[in-house]
């Protein structure tokens, strides 16, 4: 992950996990491609929010933020561990029925994505679903707070995909949201299920 990028949820962990939206509306539908109880890895969890409802519908989660105080944050609201880690550390191996990152892969510098989409990949289940959100674009840069982005194409994440694993999409949409430095940002999420 970019320096500058982790550097900044380090320093304004506090702010960033106050500003936090409410769970997105795209996990029920998420959850509802799983087996009941079933294990989840959620990456670049921030507050928390998302593994608060993985939590209470009764889904093994592990949670993981590639900030260290970020981590405590969300351990602390959900009083369950979270566990600081950077997505190039992932190490599993056919441990989950579900990844969730939801808007944090968009940091992953665009030569790199591939890599850590494999690394996923081996982390699932056979039939796992894994679902991701990026801001959509044709190029790479950083905001006005530093922070990095990989801004993608719908072709160009099909393609870096496909040569992470093999994979079934079963959604694909768009949508646009307000960022934490007060702009719009188009977004495209994807739902797919390791074949």
Known sequence: MDEATLQFYRQNAEAYAGWTKAASTRLQGFLALLPPGGAILELGCGAGNHSAVM??????????????????????????????????????????????????????????????????????KPSGVFYASYKMGEDDGRDNLGRYYSYVSREWLEMTYASAGSWITLSSDTNVIQSFDETPANMLNLVVRRA
Do not use: N
């Open 55 to 124: 939590l209470a519908e009764g889904f093994s989660v592990r949670a993981t933020d590639g900030s260290p105080e970020m981590a405590e944050i969300a351990s602390r609201r959900l009083g369950h561990p979270v566990e600081a880690m950077r997505f190039d550390q992932l190490d599993a191996h056919e441990a989950y029925d579900g990844v969730w990152a939801s808007a944090c892969l968009l940091h992953v510098p665009r030569d790199e994505l591939a890599g850590i989409l494999g690394k996923i990949h081996r982390a699932l």
